[in-house]
């Protein structure tokens, strides 16, 4: 019985040139809808902070930070406490270990111990700003933002002066209201009119 002779496997440059004219605008096609398909799904990944920053719901119940005792401030030094932000979202990252500035002011004329809290953000773009003991300064390293030792502004971009954080003082212990990212629109102390019912007036200063 004679033997079928079985022509060997066409090779890439033998293909009719018909064949390879049609096949170029399949993969342009593919590779095209791949890319649209990576790039719609990266913009919506990226997209989703901005959207929860835009829309996020104020709580209710305000979270407090623990800065420490009132012994471990002394009078009109200003000393800068980090911590781990309890309202940090996923995607946060080291942005979440923030931080404030805080100085004891001494008693009042009630006798009330008083206390000036800055957010570390600059008012202008929000980069954390640096304090220098030296010349009573803050400075900004991003646009060259100064304030003075109260927060007021001396210089710069800045449109107004550092935001002010609300804080308490709860058992012997100085706490602030866990701030979210200040902006002109919605400042730190704008949160003191969603604190919960019953909060007691003499804790918030």
Known sequence: MARKNRRPPMAESDRPKTDLIEAAPVRRTFFQWLTFAVGGAAAGL???????YFFRT?????????????????????????????????????????????????????????????????????????????SGLFMCPCHGGVYYANGERASGPPPQGLFHCVWRIHEGKLEIQAPYYPTLQDTLQGSIARLSPGKAEEDIS
Not at 73 to 86: A, G, K, S, Y
Not at 111 to 131: K, M, T, Y
Request: some cysteine; hydrophobic content about 35%; glycine content about 8%.
């Open 46 to 52: 990226a997209g989703v902070p901005i959207l929860c």
């Open 58 to 134: 104020p709580q209710s119940t305000p979270e407090w930070v623990d800065l420490g005792t009132l012994e471990e401030f002394p009078q009109n030094e200003t000393r800068m406490i980090t911590f781990d932000n309890p309202l940090r979202q996923p995607w946060d990252g080291e942005t979440a270990h923030t931080g404030v500035y805080v100085r004891y002011l001494g008693r009042d004329n009630r006798d009330r111990e008083q206390f000036l809290v800055l957010a570390i953000n600059c008012a202008h773009l929000g980069c954390p700003v640096s304090w220098f003991p030296q």
